[in-house]
């Protein structure tokens, strides 16, 4: 079902919606970029409507809203075990671009479908809605059409900004916002929105972008062992910035905290980690699978292009073009795979 609101009503159905769920999405944080004066774009909770960041994509993904950062498993105290809370108590509304909802396909894949659930990923993400952002125009380094991610169907609403910010289209797909709208809210009233009905709202979707990419079809073992991914290993200073800003990444390392006052008690913590930095791939006797960096970047790189398709038949990259913005040393994988296309028509 199709509304348009105005500016304030929109304020209103935030207030309405807060009551029984957490808001979260892009929100900007004033000096704390990456360099000096500059701000950041990444997700938290929102209070007010003006908060939602819409016009610069954020730096980090909505996989910290869904899949923490730090996240406690259980407690550990002498001979008993207690499972943690779950980080939200109430269901979440998380406002996500269209590469976003097809990355939470993808986190979905890995926690849910495969060989296994994840119970604490799915405890978090069977109360989440998800609000589609329409994009009406390509941000700089993303490459979404190329990758097919540049549309959804996957949404509980959608929103399109009109009238420069003043008033908003939205494409309801959720029993709880249609009674909102419908006005069979009871603790607001009848008359508390005089919301337009529409027949059909569309959501806003890019058609191209600044960056294409051409994804190989084969990467055959000329292209796997090939003397240019050296090229990385003086580049690349195994930061794990590419993989913290990903939002299809899904690796992490386990932490048990002893506590001090009792040496038998503590927490088991997961913790969002990287395949790109110094000790992941470590094993006992002291070896490690991938010691160079240009390893490590085959490895990211051809997970992400390749391998994953080959076992669940679509590409784990999304193409939300995160990762060229991050990279400190500007080592872009839109090239990288561009590159890796070019060499596989010379073989």
């Known amino acids: ?14 207030d309405a919606l807060s009551r029984d769920y957490i ?18 774009v990444r997700y938290g909770e929102l209070k007010q409507w003006k908060d939602l960041e819409w016009d610069v994509k954020s730096h980090y993904s909505f996989k910290e809203a869904i ?24 269901p979440a509304v998380v406002f996500m671009r269209s590469c976003d909802v097809h990355a939470l396909k993808r986190l979905d894949e890995i926690y849910l479908r ?25 941000c700089k ?32 797909r959720w029993v709880v916002l249609d009674e909102l709208l419908g006005g069979s809210d009871r603790a607001l009233g009848k008359s508390a929105f005089k919301s337009l009905m529409l027949k059909s709202v569309i959501p806003d979707s890019v058609t191209e972008n600044w960056v ?29 910035r590419c993989n913290f800003v990903c939002p299809t990444c899904t690796c992490f390392t386990m932490q048990d905290i002893f506590y001090q006052d009792n040496g038998r008690s503590g927490e088991r913590r997961r913790v969002h980690a990287s395949c790109m930095v110094d000790g992941y791939t470590d094993v006992a006797g002291g070896g490690s699978y991938r010691k160079s960096n240009g390893q490590r970047m085959r490895f990211k790189v051809l997970h992400k292009i390749s391998d994953f398709k080959k076992q669940f038949g679509y590409q784990m990259c999304v193409g939300c073009g995160r990762c060229d913005d991050i990279c400190p040393e500007y080592i872009s994988f839109s090239d990288c795979v561009n590159r890796i296309a070019d060499m596989e028509q010379e073989v």
């Open 23 to 40: 808001l979260l999405g892009p929100v900007k944080r004033k000096g704390e970029g990456m360099y000096s004066d500059t701000d950041v």
């Open 114 to 138: 495969n060989r296994f659930e994840d119970y604490y990923y799915k405890r978090l993400r069977e109360k989440v809605k998800i609000v589609l952002m329409g994009c009406e125009s390509s």
């Open 141 to 172: 380094s993303g490459f979404c059409v190329s990758m097919g991610t540049n549309r959804t169907e996957d949404y509980d609403c959608a929103v399109n900004i009109r009238q420069n910010g003043e008033a908003a289209e939205l494409d309801s």
């Open 212 to 240: 294409k990419v051409a994804v190989p079809k084969n990467c055959g073992s000329d292209l796997v062992h090939g003397d240019f991914w050296k090229e990385y290993d003086s580049r690349c200073i195994a930061c794990g």
């Open 67 to 90: 899949l923490p950062i730090t996240q406690i498993l259980f407690y550990f105290i002498e001979d008993e075990i207690k499972e943690a809370d779950a980080e939200h108590r109430k």
């Open 1 to 14: 079902m199709g509304y348009q609101l105005q500016k304030g009503e929109m304020q209103q159905l935030f």
